[in-house]
């Protein structure tokens, strides 16, 4: 099983800084990268997808792919209450098509 | 645009009965995945459809078993249930499954 690691947390950021999410993934060959945001109670929501080394930016979303040291990461700039949720990192494989999912970094955004 | 649609929401089943989920993807979109998530384990991958051609099958015993249909809707069945089939239970839709995914609602199944 190809493992997809994230920090537990909780997390916890005052309203208005950067919250960094960080997560490592065990097959080399992964293509493909995601981070979903979940509410409690509620499905996964994709906030952000990269493919390429480097950042990619959206809206107060940055995700930063390095595939030689095996790591992606989310920065949410401004970060607010309303960010405070589970997000999940998940891997598409390179001999798959189904997403790995990692157990999910819990933020607190405190007012 | 149509979302992912899951029916039914909520499920209560006893023990050794079956059930069937349903999932109506994105117009457009031939990839559907279905996932477990669990409290203590997390999202796990069931198996995925494309083109009514199950690709990739994750490791749950043979009582979780799916299907899709030429529209692309797909359904999971679990039967034989048992109290640790409790669960929520996702399914996603891509046009590929190899790009962006996106989840229907869930449905949470009870089993007592």
């Known amino acids: 099983q190809k493992e997809v690691e994230q920090n537990s947390g909780p997390l916890s950021v005052p309203e208005g800084a950067i919250a960094s999410l960080n997560c490592t993934y065990s097959?080399?060959?992964?293509?493909?990268f995601f981070w979903y945001r979940q509410y409690s109670g509620k499905s996964p929501e994709l906030i952000m997808f990269i493919y390429s080394n480097g950042d990619k930016e959206d809206g107060s979303f940055t995700a930063q792919l390095n595939k030689a040291s095996q790591y992606v990461s989310l920065l949410i700039r401004d970060s607010q209450p309303s960010d405070s949720a589970t997000y999940l990192c998940a891997v598409i494989p390179n001999s798959g098509y189904a997403l790995n999912f990692g157990k999910g970094t819990s933020l607190l955004v405190t007012p | 645009k149509a979302g992912v649609t899951q029916t039914p929401r909520y499920l209560i089943k006893t023990r050794g009965q079956q059930v069937t989920l349903s999932c109506s993807p994105i117009?457009?979109?031939?990839?559907v995945s279905w996932y477990q998530q669990t409290p203590g384990q997390g999202l796990q991958f069931l198996f995925e459809?494309?083109?009514?051609?199950?690709?990739n099958k994750g490791n749950f015993p043979g009582r979780f078993s799916g299907r899709q249909f030429s529209n692309s809707r797909s359904e999971m069945n679990v039967s034989t249930l048992e109290l640790g089939d409790s669960a929520l239970y996702l399914c996603a839709s891509s046009l590929a499954g190899v790009t962006e995914a996106f989840f229907g609602q869930g449905t949470r199944l009870t089993v007592v």
């Open positions: 117009s457009g979109h031939r990839s």
């Open positions: 097959d080399r060959g992964s293509q493909s």
């Open positions: 459809y494309f083109s009514e051609t199950q690709r």
